[in-house]
């Protein structure tokens, strides 16, 4: 007798997460917790011990898929709350992770007049968050943290993360579909969810006039950032840099303070870069603060991707999580303007979100990265890109583009996407 789907799936779950726990076990980690000194984060290296991550996410993803076939349709269609991220909203909103001493506790009473509102919607607001594991009622009307309240409270950026997606993003998510209807095939800026719930302003332009959301957006920038698979690594070890002959030349455009650039300069010493950002202030700073023993070879300039590209003949013109804030005409728009610059056999390296063509992945791997797409969507009308749609991007943009492909390197959380002039 053939073993069913929610057994198979059980029997997974069990055997991977004996591996996770063996492997804690075996080196002495602190096991996963809810509790207030509970791990912060995963303490398993993708890139140190590949195995026991991938049993590690197989689990989460196991348990994602058994969860939703032991519910059956309509109790999981009908689970689906839009005050979901209610409590987390009233977290950052009212201060709740810095009102509570790591250690300490408050009671609903002492927190509501912090905030500013009525004990009972403390109550409720707090009592749905604790059903999360975010605080817990160590006893009736008395509140403190767990693990993950703990974390809001100690991790600014992620804190300031939270703030954006409780507030900015979930006002342009809640006019995303409109936006759709209003403009069915637009790719302008202006013309989004975030729009719509933002004054008809662009992304950009609100956050240049409020000054407190451009403080969590640029929070939240730093904390993606640091997220494991983004680090410079990837790229210095994910693309043949050092078969680009003596004295390459290589462009980072919209490189920001240069951390890939400068990454590159000490691994490939015959290389020149230039660190280019449209933002004149951020490239006075890099210039600053750029390293001693790199400093004859890291150029910063400023320069705007929408503008003809003003170094000619370089060996490679580098982007680093550029396209995917643009729509497809500004992505064209962006490429045509490299074309003067370009001499035969120059390339074009992206390193990018490639979205997996569906069912190539787990369904709940694929849904964080379609919901990470559809983020980009509802913010700047762009979106992640399967492979395929990168290359009729480049297609379109001039059918010199040679398309050669992309990997992902081990660990990676982005992907290397290699293009060759051939006029």
């Known amino acids: 007798m053939s073993t069913s789907q929610i057994a198979d799936l059980a029997a997974r779950i069990s055997a991977n997460t004996a591996k996770v726990n063996e492997y804690y076990l075996v080196h002495k980690l602190p096991l996963p917790s809810f ?38 349709p ?8 839009a005050t979901d991220l209610v409590g987390v909203q009233g977290i950052t909103r009212f201060g709740l992770a810095h009102a509570i001493p790591v250690g300490g506790e408050a009671t609903f009473a002492e927190l509501a007049a912090k905030a500013k509102i009525g004990e009972t919607h403390m109550r409720r607001l707090l009592r749905l968050a604790i059903s999360q594991h975010v605080f817990k009622e160590v006893r009736p009307g008395v509140v403190g943290h ?19 997606k409780t507030e900015e993003g979930w006002k342009g998510a809640y006019h995303t579909c409109e936006a759709m209807a209003k403009w069915p095939d637009s790719g302008e800026p202006n013309e989004t969810g975030f729009a719509l719930g933002h004054e008809g302003h662009a992304m950009w332009d609100y956050l240049s006039e409020h000054p407190d959301s451009l403080h969590r957006f640029a929070a939240m920038m730093r904390f993606f950032s640091r997220r494991p698979g983004l680090e410079p690594h990837h790229v210095v070890g994910g693309y043949a840099w050092g078969n680009l002959p003596e004295g390459a030349t290589i462009v980072d455009v919209g490189g920001s303070h240069g951390a890939i650039s400068i990454a590159i300069a000490r691994e490939f010493p015959s290389v020149k870069l230039i660190v280019q950002d449209l ?120 059918p010199r583009f040679h398309f050669r492909g992309g990997h992902q390197p081990p660990g990676s959380g982005l992907w290397i996407i290699e293009v060759e002039w051939q006029p």
């Open 35 to 72: 509790e207030i000194d509970g791990p912060l984060r995963s303490l398993i290296s993708p890139g140190a011990v590949p195995e026991i991550e991938a049993a590690r996410q197989a689990v989460i993803f196991d348990c994602q898929e058994l969860r939703i076939l032991m519910q059956g």
């Open 74 to 81: 309509s109790q999981y269609l009908s689970g689906f709350a």
């Open 146 to 164: 767990t693990a993950a309240s703990r974390l809001l409270a100690e991790d600014e950026l992620l804190y300031q993360w939270m703030g954006f």
């Open 279 to 398: 933002d004149e202030a951020v490239i006075e700073e890099a210039r600053k603060q750029r390293p001693a023993d790199v400093a004859d070879r890291v150029q910063y300039t400023v320069y705007d991707f929408f503008t003809e590209q003003p170094v000619r003949g370089a060996e490679v013109y580098f982007f680093r999580s550029i396209f995917h804030n643009w729509s497809d005409k500004y992505c064209i728009r962006i490429l045509r303007n490299l074309i003067p610059a370009l001499k035969p056999g120059s390339r074009i390296v992206l390193d990018e979100t490639v979205i997996p063509e569906p069912d190539k992945v787990p369904k709940q791997l694929e849904h964080t990265m379609r919901a990470g797409g559809m983020s980009m969507n509802t913010l700047f009308n762009s979106g992640d890109r399967e492979m395929s749609e990168w290359e009729s991007i480049f297609k379109e943009a001039d």
